[in-house]
């Protein structure tokens, strides 16, 4: 027996599950990393648009074959034009569930995980191959909050209500989303049925509690020390990865003058269609004494955002990552995804965010409610409100004190390799 738990702790198979999507992919490369350096097979069953990201970084791929890559970018692109409707998320996160489960079969044949490690939005592994194969099924969340439901929280991902009239009204909106989604449980049960297994007794954010592992890349001070968390649930710090550590920074990272402070303003790898907050930033700070730098989302054409003529204390620039422009930037204007909240605070640069989609508002609320930087609502920005947050910002040492003081809280924990050894754990007990 110790010998058997000696070999899984030497070596054991992690096969790591995610949308191909940069926000959801990052962390995950960054734990792969991790868990190789500690002498464990890695491979990764993805979608075409993580292929050279994943294969870049040496390990194994299964790319997706039943669950259809077109299906899957549109819905992406939905998503961040802001034209997602329930129907679309329950298409994309339950209705390829049956083709996840097909194309993991095959990936069984071939290479036998001794545990997986899940995208919190794929579904296949959680509902189903948790208990038919009787393998550990570890979520590793993108968001760097717990979005499971607790007395403390019923609401989790929309603690920026509490700010809003709408904070009394908790309650019945968790009674009206939940009625409007109850479709999604009923049919998530008819597909467990047909494997033979029992329905869930709740909802299935609920079910993910119930996994053995649950890792938020975040810690307990920025999600409100919450007390309403099962033991499963472990905060591990940071899991940042953005680029090979050999790859160079641009060229143009060195000219930007140091002689005023450096705004980087930046859509990140998801964005609207619409480059709204780029058209505020270039006109908001224009001829300001700032040096701008406009960062175009991953993938943008420089030429489609029609800006304009630029202010000379402004420049654009194609998508760069974070890693790169962290370092000479003074202030940080973005939409406000986990991703970057936390690349920002582990170097102590405050942020100024204007949310709009997904994680965005929950993150700013919580970024602005710790005082690392202000939320500007997207409904209420506009160029001279923008401006005044990034002066607000860089006038008061505050913002980037408490940068500081959360980076610090950051160095209880060890990020990726902390998650590595919950992995570690997760396959030992599995043989205990």
């Avoid at 579904?123 to 979520?139: I, N, S, Y």
């Avoid at 890693?323 to 605070?345: F, K, R, W, Y």
């Amino acid at each position: 027996m110790i010998a058997s738990r000696l070999h899984c702790l030497k070596m054991s198979r992690f096969l790591l599950t995610v949308w191909p999507v940069r926000t959801h992919l990052n962390p995950f490369l960054s734990v792969a990393h991790a868990l190789r350096q500690r002498g464990h097979e890695v491979a990764f069953y993805t979608g075409a648009a993580a292929l050279d990201s994943v294969r870049k970084q040496g390990f194994l791929c299964f790319p997706f074959q039943a669950v259809d890559d077109v299906r899957v970018e549109r819905a992406v692109r939905e998503l961040a034009d802001g034209s997602w409707r329930p129907g679309r998320w329950r298409e994309l996160m339950l209705g390829t569930v049956p083709e996840q489960l097909r194309d993991l079969e095959q990936v069984w044949k071939s290479w036998q995980p001794d545990a997986l490690v899940c995208d919190m939005a794929m579904w296949g592994p959680m509902l189903v191959l948790h208990e038919v194969k009787r393998v550990p099924v570890a979520l590793l969340s993108h968001v760097a909050t717990c979005l499971l439901p607790g007395a403390g929280n019923p609401l989790p991902g929309m603690q920026w209500l509490q700010d809003t009239l709408a904070r009394p009204f908790a309650p019945m909106i968790d009674s009206v989303l939940r009625l409007a989604s109850a479709g999604v449980p009923r049919a998530a049960n008819k597909l467990r049925k047909s494997w033979d297994l029992p329905p869930l007794s709740g909802t299935v954010t609920e079910f993910t509690g119930k996994l053995p592992l649950y890792l938020i890349p975040g810690t307990p001070v920025l999600d409100g020390r919450r007390r309403d968390l099962p033991p499963s649930v472990h905060y591990v710090g940071p899991c940042l990865w953005d680029k090979d550590c050999d790859r160079p920074s641009p060229e143009w990272i060195g000219t930007v003058p140091k002689n005023l402070p450096r705004v980087i303003v930046a859509e990140g790898s998801i964005y609207p269609e619409k480059p709204l907050l780029l058209q505020m930033a270039a006109r908001g700070l224009a001829n300001l004494p700032l040096n701008v730098v406009l960062i175009a989302g991953e993938g943008r054409k420089l030429a489609s955002l029609r800006l304009g003529p630029l202010a000379p204390n402004i420049r654009l620039e194609s998508w760069t990552p974070l890693s790169d422009v962290l370092p000479i930037a003074d202030v940080v204007v973005a939409g406000g995804d986990s991703e970057t909240a936390m690349a920002c605070l582990d170097r102590k640069v405050p942020m100024v965010f204007v949310p709009e989609i997904l994680d965005q508002p929950e993150i700013a609320w919580l970024v602005s409610a710790a005082g690392a930087g202000i939320r500007i609502p997207s409904w209420k920005c506009s160029p001279g409100r923008l401006a005044a947050g990034v002066n607000k910002v860089l006038a008061e040492p505050q913002f980037r004190d408490n940068a500081a003081r959360i980076r610090d809280d950051f160095r209880e924990y060890s990020g990726a390799d902390l998650a590595a050894r919950l992995l570690e754990s997760l396959v030992l007990n599995r043989h205990a």
